[in-house]
């Protein structure tokens, strides 16, 4: 009797047993070691020399707040934390949404070395126009984005402080759609 008892939870545990949880969230985490390197919904993405992790690729369904997985992050308590610095230096993610028309999205950074910067790229789709910066703590803007080709929105940060910072998104005049961002923080030398 008593090795049945034993025998049953260990046989639940073994079949319940799963690559990959299906609640694994937003934040990025290590690729596997082989195929497949990500579950359904997550890409490989080399983040430095020697880390690869996987990636949320989400594709919202055109319904306003929350398709996209980051929602609410339109304050800087709420902003979705982008893993800077604790999975690596670099941070992308595709399919966001700005919708409603007055929707304001936040990214949360954290500079651990001084004289650091943060470098950033917005790309929008179907003609969407934004307003990026980068903000401070205390919701000051640090640096604020410049189109430098249509839907292409590039930022780039003077020194900073270690600390913590956001990158906000915002849409002009009304509009709403998707984009996407790439974020790194990188040594200023």
Same mark, same amino acid.
């Given at each position: 009797?008593?090795?049945?008892?034993?025998?049953?939870?260990?046989?639940?545990?073994?079949?319940?047993?799963?690559?990959?949880?299906? @609640?694994?969230?937003?934040?990025?985490?290590?690729?596997?070691?082989?195929?497949?390197?990500?579950?359904?919904?997550?890409?490989?993405?080399?983040? $430095? $020399?020697?880390?690869?992790?996987?990636?949320?690729?989400?594709?919202?369904?055109?319904?306003?707040?929350?398709? $996209?997985?980051?929602?609410?992050? @339109? %304050?800087?308590? /709420?902003?979705?934390?982008?893993?800077?610095?604790?999975?690596? @230096?670099?941070?992308?993610?595709?399919?966001?949404?700005?919708?409603? /028309? %007055? $929707?304001?999205?936040?990214?949360?950074?954290?500079?651990?070395? +001084? %004289? @650091?910067?943060?470098? !950033?790229?917005?790309?929008?789709?179907?003609?969407?126009?934004?307003?990026?910066?980068?903000?401070?703590? +205390?919701?000051?803007?640090?640096?604020?984005?410049?189109?430098?080709?249509? !839907?292409?929105?590039?930022?780039?940060?003077?020194?900073?402080?270690?600390?913590?910072?956001?990158?906000?998104?915002?849409?002009?005049?009304?509009?709403?759609?998707?984009?996407?961002?790439?974020?790194?923080?990188?040594? /200023?030398?």
């Amino acid at each position: 009797m008593t090795k049945l008892f034993f025998t049953l939870p260990f046989a639940l545990v073994v079949a319940s047993c799963n690559p990959y949880d299906p @609640d694994l969230g937003n934040n990025p985490f290590r690729c596997a070691g082989q195929q497949p390197f990500c579950p359904e919904g997550y890409e490989c993405t080399r983040r $430095d $020399d020697n880390v690869s992790v996987c990636e949320a690729v989400f594709v919202p369904d055109g319904n306003c707040e929350g398709t $996209d997985g980051t929602e609410p992050n @339109d %304050n800087i308590q /709420s902003a979705y934390d982008t893993g800077i610095p604790a999975v690596g @230096d670099n941070f992308r993610l595709l399919g966001i949404e700005l919708c409603p /028309s %007055n $929707d304001v999205d936040l990214f949360k950074i954290v500079v651990e070395t +001084n %004289n @650091d910067i943060i470098i !950033g790229e917005v790309k929008t789709l179907a003609g969407l126009t934004v307003e990026a910066g980068i903000l401070a703590a +205390n919701q000051t803007v640090v640096a604020a984005a410049t189109e430098t080709a249509p !839907g292409t929105y590039t930022i780039e940060t003077d020194n900073l402080t270690s600390g913590v910072y956001f990158l906000r998104i915002r849409p002009i005049g009304g509009a709403t759609g998707k984009y996407e961002i790439n974020v790194s923080v990188a040594s /200023s030398n």
